[in-house]
């Protein structure tokens, strides 16, 4: 049996329980979280602490009328409460509904009428936004459980903890196997609106599998996921594959700053790093020096590709390369620069790698569902039948979506991105179907030229799209974020334009640039490229 069928027997089976997966199996003593505080204090949650505050926890739930199949939503950052409320959640047999906290109203309501939570766990700086108003209603039908001693509006969290301190039965874990909604997610909503995701039980395995191969987080590790459990990358590698591998993992109670980063990682000799380029380019872009010593293991990287710049500096700084990981929130990581000694290999420059084990992947040609030639810009896809770690069957609510991400035979699951895989059957990325530009008939991926235009040393990070243009159909146009202090001249202009010729292409270099102090991009760290486009389109030179 290989390692992809061991877990899918575990995670998959009818008996799974997703308490016991995530919590109650492993040693009480065991430590699974670090939650870090903006001053450097810490708390370490055991496995035991979560174990009993979940069951009261999953006890109040069903105090407020929670069954299993039922949506819970939290709005909180990371904290031990978050925890022992997701433990909760899943415990009852609920189904988990995460909101960002960076979220305003109307996307909140969006999301707790598509789901029907039938109860909001909200952090209580985060209260306000549930108060009725133009964008929630005024009856509202969910409960609201506050964190907070003294909650005005709804129930207190820690009372409710202090309600149910026996061995309720309402606490215990509720058995319904791999197929069972554990969570519903939404995506991100960059190419149309946000899409609600059902992940199952039997994703666990994929996490898994990803936490192993992908990031090769091991016992001994001081394993630091810095995304945030409002989106996929966080929740699904930060809080559910640890918990599942019963891997530590440090929740960090405090936004991202390059001072507390470096600080984290001396105080706490973070060994394996996992983050979105934007945390990366940061600290590359950052006045305040690292900390000397500092020297990981494993640094990943995952939300939009690397560019090549990173990667030196990281050599340099960390001691070791960042890796390029893919995947979506339909399927989480899939292709993968993976750092296990079973799949690790030199991946060319600017690739991010292979198909995980348990999962295969192709780039189709654009008018058909058929594999491409090595070099040539198709659709990435992933093969259904050959996926036994695939666990994405459709959006809910969505038939009409869920129709266009798998192809007429059902064969393949087309992810929506644009790619190339070589001849030695690494893939690499170049953007979202959307973004692709088509100049003179040319298919050119703004990656490309982004990660050219990235090398150079004023740029701290850039964006190209396709501009409309009457003689070649779309030509490429820049947005450049400089270092702090460097003057945005022509003659900058005219290296950058210079830079893409000599190590891109001659016609893939970018007829004009536009300097601007931050690329527009969603919470989790994606470049919204479309929000560039619109810029470009209410320019005066644009009509």
Known sequence: MNRAEELLALYAS?????????????????????????????????????????????????????????AVATLMGKSAELVVALLGIWRRGAVHVPLFTAFAPPAIAMRLDASAAKVVVVDAGQAAKLAPGEDMPAEQPWETVVVDDEAREGFSFHHLLELYTGDEPDGRAVVLGGEAPLVKIFTSGTTGSPKGVPVPVKALASFHAYLEYGLDVREDDVFWNAADPGWAYGLYYGILAPLAAGR??????????PELTWKVFETFKVTNFAAAPTVYRGL???????????????????????????????????????????????????IVDGWADAVREDVPAGSMGRALPGWSAEVLLDDRDEPAPAGVLGRVALSVPESPLMWFSGYDDAPEKTAERF??????????????????????FSSRDDDVIIMSGYRIGPFDVESVLAQHESVVEAAVIGAPDPLRGEVIEAYVVLFPGVPPTDDLVRELQQLVKTKFAAHAHPRAVHFIDALPKTPSGKVQRFVLRRLRAQEPSAS
């Open 14 to 70: 009818p008996g799974a329980c997703a308490a016991e997966l995530l919590c109650d199996r492993h040693p009480a003593e065991a430590v699974a979280f670090t939650v870090v505080h903006e001053d450097l204090s810490s708390e370490d949650l055991t496995y035991g602490r979560l174990r009993r505050d979940s069951a009261r926890f999953a006890a109040a739930l069903a105090g407020l009328g929670v069954g299993p199949g039922d």
């Open 407 to 428: 192809s007429a035979d059902g064969r393949w699951y087309l992810t929506g991105d644009a790619g190339s895989r070589d001849e030695n059957g690494f893939f690499r």
């Open 248 to 257: 530590r993992n440090i929740l960090l109670r405090a936004g991202f700053s």
């Open 284 to 334: 590359r872009a950052s006045s305040t020096p690292p900390p000397e010593g500092i020297r990981l293991r494993r640094a990943s990287s995952a939300g939009e590709p690397l560019t090549p710049e990173v990667t030196d500096w990281a050599r340099q700084v960390l001691g070791t390369a960042v890796r390029d990981h893919y995947g979506q929130t339909e399927h989480g990581m899939v």
